[in-house]
């Protein structure tokens, strides 16, 4: 059983830089694919990056690419969700996720349900 806390959310202004972290303790965490999601209030939870076990396969959902960057330290079992050029619209409480799954071309980690842990989210709100 794998338990994740994420943390480094806050109130920054447009085109600024965040860095979220997801520590994970517990459950085999160097075997999980990992994915970050986002929901906005009144909004469904969206995918917004995923990696696979090792960091071999990255995606991004289109808004985010180009200023979002995903990545892992499993010495450290911790996944990271680099921000840049952040936008309003980026304004939503942040998850990661973790499971086993496989991450890949046909697979890309971007549905919720194929995951089984969850942390409990981080605030970022961007003003503009």
């Known amino acids: 059983q794998a338990r994740l806390v994420e943390s480094g959310g806050g109130l920054v202004q447009a085109g600024a830089s965040l860095r979220l972290s997801c520590a994970a303790s517990?459950?085999?965490?160097?075997?999980?694919?990992v994915g970050w999601f986002r929901q906005a209030p009144g909004k469904e939870r969206e995918f917004v990056a995923s990696?696979?076990?090792?960091?071999?396969?990255?995606y991004y959902a289109d808004s985010v690419k180009g200023r979002f960057t995903i990545s892992r330290d499993n010495a450290k079992n911790t996944a990271y969700l680099q921000m840049n050029s952040l936008k309003s619209e980026d304004t939503a409480v942040y998850y990661c996720a973790a499971g086993a799954i496989t991450i890949a071309t046909i697979t890309r980690g971007e549905d919720p349900y194929e995951y089984e842990y969850w942390g409990q989210g981080t605030q970022v709100t961007v003003s503009s």
């Open positions: 990696i696979n076990y090792n960091g071999g396969n990255i």
């Open positions: 517990g459950g085999s965490f160097s075997t999980y694919g």
